[in-house]
């Protein structure tokens, strides 16, 4: 059985896949979700960021949630991440991001936080703006490294794609070339040291001028071949094959998020060949906002999208789509997808 999270406008849709179609259930309604992620060694064990009332817990698969997160000072949990390889009594240790810019730590599954204030302690941190507020700035991604426990990426929008070698005890600036606007970075647990960054500023791997190395970040290249849009927002990787992944992009922020001028695509790119458009399935790439992509393990070559049009799958590994027939709530507003995460159960 496949199950859905998806952060939408003023609530958290709980979708679930039954014999019969596919099951909807709100949570969370008349809050702001931003982000989410799942402990991936108990995935009943949720946690979803809020732009406006902190931080919730699910311990039930989503059908209950809690407030938690008393000792973190900000409401605006813009990022979240549960480590897959560090963990206290079995659980997952968990990265919260805020805005403003801080991370916070929990090895006890969000009941209490510890702020790793070293983060702010870096060079470039005075100069890091998020241009919709540029009188601050927000810790958009968060990735604890599927290899290497300990190792933590974190993305600074706008500003830098910072390293913590120490679960966030210190932190490494940005790297010369490195990503400054990334919106999603992940890291496919099949390649070690291989990242992948959908940015503001393109599409970013490790490598040197126009040759690939995987080295954990301490060089970048732009494989930006085949792109017609080349500001980025959500980046998935086929779960079989490290090589083959999907983006979406926009021309610029305003077409990825504004409804008045929306303007999207998907692109595909598997292995060292250029980048591709796809559209079958898809809806019309006017009046799409930017999609949240999705994958999951347990499904090999399928990817999920995620926008104000609705929910797609793909089982092909992107190279076609089709729309979910999810049957929404009466009154329901899709709206700006902020967050989508799948999980077999």
Same mark, same amino acid.
């Given at each position: 059985?496949?199950?859905?999270?998806?952060?939408?406008?003023?609530?958290?849709?709980?979708?679930?896949?039954?014999?019969?179609?596919?099951?909807?259930?709100?949570?969370?309604?008349?809050?702001?979700?931003?982000?989410?992620?799942?402990?991936?060694?108990?995935?009943?064990?949720?946690?979803?960021?809020?732009?406006?009332?902190?931080?919730?817990?699910?311990?039930?698969?989503?059908?209950? =949630?809690?407030?938690?997160?008393?000792?973190?000072?900000?409401?605006?949990?813009?990022?979240?991440?549960?480590?897959?390889?560090?963990?206290?009594?079995?659980?997952?240790?968990?990265?919260?991001?805020?805005? &403003?810019?801080?991370?916070?730590?929990?090895?006890?599954?969000?009941?209490? =936080?510890?702020?790793?204030?070293?983060?702010?302690?870096?060079?470039?941190?005075?100069?890091?703006?998020?241009? &919709?507020?540029?009188?601050?700035?927000?810790?958009?991604?968060?990735?604890?490294?599927?290899?290497?426990?300990?190792?933590?990426?974190?993305?600074?929008?706008?500003?830098?794609?910072?390293?913590?070698?120490?679960?966030?005890?210190?932190?490494?600036?940005?790297? &010369?070339?490195?990503?400054?606007?990334?919106?999603?970075?992940?890291?496919?647990?099949?390649?070690?040291?291989?990242?992948?960054?959908?940015?503001?500023?393109?599409?970013?791997?490790?490598?040197?001028?126009?040759?690939?190395?995987?080295?954990?970040?301490?060089? =970048?290249?732009?494989?930006?071949?085949?792109?017609?849009?080349?500001?980025?927002?959500?980046?998935?990787?086929?779960?079989?094959?490290?090589?083959?992944?999907?983006?979406?992009?926009?021309?610029?922020?305003?077409?990825?998020?504004?409804?008045?001028?929306?303007?999207?695509?998907?692109?595909?790119?598997?292995?060292?060949?250029?980048?591709?458009?796809?559209?079958?399935?898809?809806?019309?790439?006017?009046?799409?906002?930017?999609?949240?992509?999705?994958?999951?393990?347990?499904?090999?070559?399928?990817?999920?999208?995620?926008?104000?049009?609705?929910?797609?799958?793909?089982?092909?590994?992107?190279?076609?789509?089709?729309?979910?027939?999810?049957?929404?709530?009466?009154?329901?507003?899709?709206?700006?997808?902020?967050?989508?995460?799948?999980?077999?159960?």
């Amino acid at each position: 059985m496949i199950k859905l999270y998806v952060a939408i406008e003023k609530a958290l849709a709980v979708v679930i896949q039954r014999t019969n179609g596919w099951e909807v259930d709100l949570k969370l309604t008349g809050t702001d979700p931003q982000c989410l992620a799942i402990d991936p060694l108990h995935h009943e064990q949720i946690y979803c960021g809020t732009f406006d009332q902190g931080i919730w817990r699910s311990s039930d698969a989503g059908a209950s =949630w809690e407030h938690i997160g008393e000792k973190i000072p900000y409401e605006r949990i813009m990022s979240v991440a549960v480590s897959p390889l560090e963990q206290v009594n079995g659980y997952g240790i968990v990265y919260a991001g805020t805005e &403003p810019s801080a991370i916070f730590r929990s090895e006890d599954r969000g009941t209490t =936080w510890r702020d790793l204030a070293d983060l702010r302690r870096l060079p470039s941190a005075p100069t890091w703006s998020f241009p &919709p507020r540029p009188y601050t700035s927000h810790i958009r991604w968060i990735t604890p490294d599927p290899v290497f426990a300990g190792r933590v990426f974190a993305a600074a929008e706008a500003g830098a794609l910072v390293r913590s070698l120490d679960g966030g005890e210190t932190w490494e600036d940005r790297k &010369p070339g490195g990503p400054f606007d990334t919106h999603t970075l992940v890291m496919p647990r099949q390649i070690p040291n291989r990242l992948y960054s959908a940015a503001g500023d393109g599409f970013m791997r490790p490598g040197s001028g126009f040759v690939q190395s995987d080295d954990g970040g301490e060089t =970048w290249y732009r494989p930006n071949e085949g792109f017609q849009y080349n500001y980025l927002w959500s980046v998935a990787v086929d779960p079989v094959d490290a090589e083959t992944l999907v983006v979406s992009a926009a021309p610029g922020p305003q077409q990825a998020h504004n409804p008045m001028s929306a303007e999207s695509a998907i692109y595909r790119r598997s292995h060292d060949n250029k980048w591709q458009q796809v559209e079958h399935g898809l809806p019309d790439s006017h009046g799409m906002l930017a999609s949240v992509l999705a994958a999951h393990e347990a499904e090999p070559h399928v990817f999920y999208a995620g926008n104000n049009k609705g929910i797609f799958r793909s089982a092909d590994a992107g190279q076609t789509w089709e729309g979910l027939s999810i049957p929404w709530p009466t009154g329901t507003r899709v709206g700006r997808v902020h967050a989508l995460v799948a999980v077999m159960e």
